[in-house]
Nanobody, 119 residues
Framework: QVQVVESGGGLVQPGGSLRLSCAAS????????MGWYRQAPGKERELVAG???????NYSNSVKGRFTISRNTARNTQFLQMNNLKPEDTAVYYC?????????????WGQGTQVTVSS
């Protein structure tokens, strides 16, 4: 069974940086697509940034120019580099791993990691 584990969250001051990691394991293939979502209290979960099997990337307008996603060589870990963080970035950040072209042909979510931006 696939496991998706996020790490790297924490408390940071406005203008600071954090780097989140998302590791997918449990099957031979690396995820076709991986993405980061976030959910703030009282709000719906929203896409922050993601990629696909063609290595295309997309970002929400609210984080463009501040956040960057990348993967390791094995393509089973995705990183979310967050710079110039703002209080409105405070949320639980979730990682999703998509296995579209390979077994197990479904998506998996991590348990989430809290990011708090506050002075």
């Amino acid at each position: 069974q696939v496991q998706v584990v996020e790490s790297g969250g924490g408390l940071v001051q406005p203008g600071g940086s954090l780097r989140l990691s998302c590791a997918a394991s449990g099957v031979v293939f690396s995820p076709d697509g991986m993405g980061w979502y976030r959910q703030a209290p009282g709000k719906e979960r929203e896409l922050v940034a993601g990629d696909d099997s063609y290595r295309n990337t997309n970002y929400s307008n609210s984080v463009k120019g501040r956040f960057t996603i990348s993967r390791n060589t094995a393509r089973n870990t995705q990183f979310l580099q967050m710079n110039n963080l703002k209080p409105e970035d405070t949320a639980v950040y979730y990682c999703r791993a998509d296995y579209i072209n390979h077994y197990p042909y479904r998506s998996f979510w991590g348990q989430g990691t809290q990011v708090t931006v506050s002075s």
